[in-house]
């Protein structure tokens, strides 16, 4: 009874000493890839007369897609992560496990900006993203798009849409 007990105890005193927000991944949830091994692309955004470019990484994989920013601390001001759907279609992101804000960056199949959805708050669950099919979502910090003008019309450059140049 003393041993069952002491057991116990040890239980409840573990559980008080868990952090409420701490988050368990089940064995059902994969562990995080490594950014490192994300490719990697020059992007840059024509915005009138500025040329804006960014070091992005490419979530080119269903796995790579699913974690995209998740967990990530930090996010330099001039870098970010590409999604690059296979054709276009209706795309809503969310923030899970997210831990910055973020500036969502929705493009057509031409690379024109047709929707930016600015300082996405980091953790949220409500999905965001245009009504209107898209061929890639640009992230970038949160903020980023309007401090440098950034806004919808303006066009993305990279192999995706054919316009690299």
């Known amino acids: 009874m003393t041993l069952r007990i002491s057991i116990l105890s040890l239980l409840v005193l573990l559980a008080l000493a868990t952090?409420?927000?701490a988050q368990w991944r089940t064995?059902?949830?994969p562990a995080p890839l490594d950014l490192s091994s994300y490719p990697r692309a020059d992007l840059r955004i024509d915005?009138?007369?500025k040329k804006h470019r960014f070091d992005v990484w490419i979530a080119d994989t269903p796995e790579r897609q699913r974690q995209g920013l998740m967990w990530v601390r930090d996010l330099p001001a001039d870098q970010g992560m590409l999604f690059i759907n296979d054709s276009a279609r209706l795309s809503y992101f969310w923030m899970k496990n997210t831990y910055i804000p973020l500036d969502m960056i929705f493009v057509d199949g031409r690379g024109k900006i047709v929707a930016i959805?600015?300082?996405v708050p980091p953790l949220t669950l409500?999905?965001?993203g245009p009504d209107v099919p898209v061929k890639a979502i640009l992230e970038l910090r949160g903020g980023e798009a309007?401090?440098?003008g950034i806004?919808?019309?303006d066009?993305?450059?990279h192999a995706a849409f054919g316009n690299a140049r």
Request: positive net charge; hydrophobic residues 30%; charged residues 35%.
């Open 47 to 49: 915005s009138g007369e």
């Open 126 to 128: 409500d999905p965001v």
């Open 19 to 21: 952090p409420a927000h």
């Open 146 to 148: 309007a401090k440098r």
């Open 151 to 153: 806004k919808p019309g």
């Open 27 to 29: 064995s059902a949830e």
């Open 117 to 119: 959805f600015a300082n």
């Open 155 to 157: 066009r993305l450059r």
